[in-house]
Nanobody
């Protein structure tokens, strides 16, 4: 059974780059037809999809975040990483990583990131 765990700093200063890692256990991040996503939920708001890295290594991002977001992976460590540049307080949110496919999805528990000086 696959499990996902987010990790990274809980506090980031404005204008810096937010970096989060999702560590996957119980499965490979190159298995066909799975997509490895980052999603966030700002306080008092709904879920916002940030982007994914596919089993093939290709990436796709939300148009609103495309200029600042970058998702990469380390297959030897079964990890994938989100970097979000030039953060502002509006990037404060709970950040989730997830594995999705046509038939199911599995989420990490989420990690709070606050952008503040």
């Amino acid at each position: 059974q696959v499990q996902l765990q987010e990790s990274g700093p809980g506090l980031v200063k404005p204008s810096q780059t937010l970096s989060l890692t999702c560590t996957v256990s119980g499965g490979s991040i190159t298995t066909n037809y799975y997509y490895w996503s980052w999603i966030r939920q700002p306080p008092g708001k709904g879920l916002e999809w940030i982007g994914y890295i596919a089993y093939s290594g290709s990436t796709h991002y939300s148009p609103s975040l495309k200029s600042r977001a970058s998702i990469s992976r380390d297959t030897s460590k079964t990890q994938f990483t989100l970097q979000l540049s030039s953060v502002t307080p509006e990037d404060t949110a709970v950040y989730y990583c997830a594995r999705t496919s046509e038939s199911d999805d599995t989420w990490g528990q989420g990690t709070q990131v606050t952008v503040s000086s």
